[in-house]
């Protein structure tokens, strides 16, 4: 029998069943733990067990479960949790990696409205994101099945025949990052949202209201569907998907089948790593390898490794699982950009910082996910991006500095429209240099030639902008959209394109639609 639990150190317990005058007695850790309670003689049929506070009372008690198995099987029980058990020396050497919480509930680094699920899916720069992580030194991607939503950017055939073609991109977005990372020595990871967030989703789920009160209630769907759904990503992915981190596993699955969703979460790749988000609890089930780790820096805590061993937590509550540290970089809290006008936070995490964090944890073979903000485009946090370079050269010693951007006004002469571009100046809009290019001619067009590693395009949004078709070294990755609702809204972020290869680029802009296409201004990264 197995306790979860949160009393203060010491406090006594003891559990008896109605049928017995034995009581088996045991003290609590000061800390959500599982603790083992010992085996308890239970007659044939049914029981009522007690679980009691004993002794001193000291502050409160919380209490999540009494775990029960029979002694005649937990031998063999515990055979098949050794079986199970993935090889983590690849996470465990890793160090550091990234953590993404983007997929199609993002928006775009302005005030406009978020893309379609395939436009957002089919713009996405894969070659730039790749080139990205590659200069954080970062050696695995935690990347975003579902979260604000239950529209991945991937193919799914179980969720497609649940839901329809809506649910799911055309363009299999996750599968062509994942390759693209493995192509470059880097390893692939996926954050799965059980999707209660998504009201079409959620609603097909059956999930029984007594659950949030009671833990009770039939869930056989939400098991179904999450079997057909989770096995299908595996299948897919395969060899490319290293781990599954799996969140709210204290919350709406514990208790749940552990050793069957084990099983269908290494669909396509037997070696594929679990984890369960436990929060702030113990480990939900010893049927994974990971400890979640949100909110964790990875620091020495209750269990931990010790310097120069495997990382795996030798004792505690999370007994068995290798030790890993994820974390926020900026300092709003959030994991992503899922809300209309948001921005991405100050950078909260020095390279200095980082780099310590990561030499303890590494000293005892603990990875550390660092999460970014990320909008809709691909762009990131300047600042975030400087510090992981400083990371990677004090971890890797191998020079990375953040680039340089210089802004020019819609007059640059590195700026050739073609069309009938007008100019509109002084009108006192907020406007950068206060004037911008305009065109009202579907076709018309602007071509930018520049020398350097990025480039971001700034126009105006109104309710009387409209579309353009974006071209970027004679390939077509993208598309912009500058109609906003509101009041005219200056300067704001159109397109941007970073971490591309040093050198001459070309970046073409058409109208397509709307009123009007303004443009205001173009940094370049050098």
Known sequence: ??????????????????????????????????????????????????????????GDAQVKSLELISDAD???????????????????????????????????????????LNQQAADFDVPSFVQMVKDTGAQYVIWSFSWWNFKPDMTNTSLGNLMGSGYTSQRNLIAEIAAALKQNGIRFALYYHAGYEDSGWWSKQNFPSTYSSTGTGDRSTFFGNWKAVVTDIGNTLGANLDAFFFDDGAVFYYPAPFEALENAARSGNSARLISWNSWVMPRVTDFQDVYFGEGSDGRATTGSAPV???????????????????????????????????????TAISSTQAASLVKSASARNVPLSFNLEMYEDGSTSDSTLAALYGLRNTVYGTAMQAPTWTTYNDSWTSIAYSGNWRVASNRGAGDYNNDVHYTTANGDSLTVTFTGTGVILYGPMSPSDGQASVMLDGTS??????????????????IEYSHLSSGTHTLKITKTGGAYLQIDAVSIAN
């Open 74 to 116: 937990y031998a063999a029980y515990l055979r098949r949790v050794a079986n199970a058990r993935g090889n983590t020396s690849w996470l465990a050497s890793a160090k550091y990696g990234l953590f993404f919480q983007y997929g199609s509930w993002g928006f775009p680094n302005n005030v406009g409205v978020a893309k379609s």
């Open 477 to 494: 990755p993208s598309t912009i959209n500058a109609v906003y609702s509101g009041t005219y809204t200056p300067q704001q972020h159109l």
């Open 1 to 58: 029998m197995f306790a979860l639990l949160n009393a203060s150190a010491g406090q006594r317990f003891t559990v008896t069943d109605d049928k017995s005058p034995v009581q088996i007695g045991f003290s609590a850790s000061g800390d959500w733990d599982r603790i083992s309670v010992g085996t308890l003689t239970l007659p044939a049929g049914a029981s009522t067990i007690k679980l009691q506070r004993s002794g001193t009372l000291t």
């Open 308 to 346: 120069g061993g495997n990382g795996i937590f030798v004792s505690g509550p999370q007994a068995g699982l290798l030790q890993h540290g994820m974390m926020t970089m900026e300092s709003d809290g959030q994991w992503g950009i899922h809300q209309q006008n948001q921005k991405i936070g100050t």
